[in-house]
Nanobody, 121 residues
Framework: QVQLVESGGGLVQPGGSLRLSCAASGSNFSLYAMGWYRQTPGKQRDLVAAITSGGSTNYADSVKGRFTISRDNGKNTVYLQMNSLKPEDTAVYYC???????????????WGQGTQVTVSS
């Protein structure tokens, strides 16, 4: 079994910055692609950024040039650096990972609990 725990959310003024972290814990697992999603009340959960195990990245058009996703494979952690934040970035942000668990063998998608990001003056 593997779990994802997010941290770093909070309140920030427009134009400010925030860094989210997501750490995986458990035993007998490996992580492949990881990503960040966000969701507001009444809306679908949308992809913000994704990163492969090799370091290739992909971003939603709305955050390109402002957000940066990165990962530390040794720490099983993925980060989202958010700069030039706008009120429309306000949402619950969720960490996501494609995980391989052994003993027994299983590969599936896991999600963090979510962390609130509020951009307001």
């Amino acid at each position: 079994q593997v779990q994802l725990v997010e941290s770093g959310g909070g309140l920030v003024q427009p134009g400010g910055s925030l860094r989210l972290s997501c750490a995986a814990s458990g035993s007998n697992f490996s992580l492949y692609a990881m990503g960040w999603y966000r969701q507001t009340p009444g809306k679908q959960r949308d992809l913000v950024a994704a990163i492969t195990s090799g370091g290739s990245t992909n971003y939603a058009d709305s955050v390109k040039g402002r957000f940066t996703i990165s990962r530390d494979n040794g720490k099983n952690t993925v980060y989202l650096q958010m700069n030039s934040l706008k009120p429309e970035d306000t949402a619950v942000y969720y960490c996501n990972a494609d995980a391989l668990v052994t003993m027994p063998w299983s590969r599936y998608t896991i999600w963090g609990q979510g962390t609130q990001v509020t951009v307001s003056s």
